[in-house]
Nanobody, 127 residues
Framework: QSQLVESGGGLVQPGGSLRLSCAVSGLTLRYYAIGWFRQAPGKEREGVAFVSSSGSEIRYADSVKGRFTIAKDNTKNTVYLQMDSLEPEDTAIYYC????????????????????WGQGTQVTVSS
């Protein structure tokens, strides 16, 4: 019923930028907390950016703080991850995830807390 479709990944040079998009269908985005996760080869999946359902709380992993920006556009039912000053260490498959929460809920930072996941999009940072 619900689907997340990601796009925007690709190859970029160090210091460059990419904007990932996650188009959400089958649910009303304003009721869902969103997380962006990534997984590099040989590494565990890690959360990178999170936003509460209301949009009032946002949290980033230390490794991306100041470089990545998460945003929800409820009118378009789309979530974005703006990635600036990309580094080779950012190379990974990036996933968006959604979970219904309620008024006043905080961000969700554990991947096990999310029920809906996108298919992932590859981001490669290399010169």
């Amino acid at each position: 019923q619900s689907q997340l479709v990601e796009s925007g990944g690709g190859l970029v040079q160090p210091g460059g930028s990419l904007r990932l998009s996650c188009a959400v269908s089958g649910l009303t985005l304003r009721y869902y907390a969103i997380g962006w996760f990534r997984q590099a080869p040989g590494k565990e999946r890690e959360g990178v950016a999170f936003v509460s359902s209301s949009g009032s709380e946002i949290r980033y992993a230390d490794s991306v703080k100041g470089r990545f920006t998460i945003a929800k556009d409820n009118t378009k039912n789309t979530v974005y991850l703006q990635m600036d000053s990309l580094e080779p260490e950012d190379t990974a498959i990036y996933y968006c995830a959604a979970e219904r929460t309620f008024a006043g809920a905080h961000v969700l930072v554990r991947d096990a807390e999310y029920d809906y996941w996108g298919q992932g999009t590859q981001v490669t940072v290399s010169s």
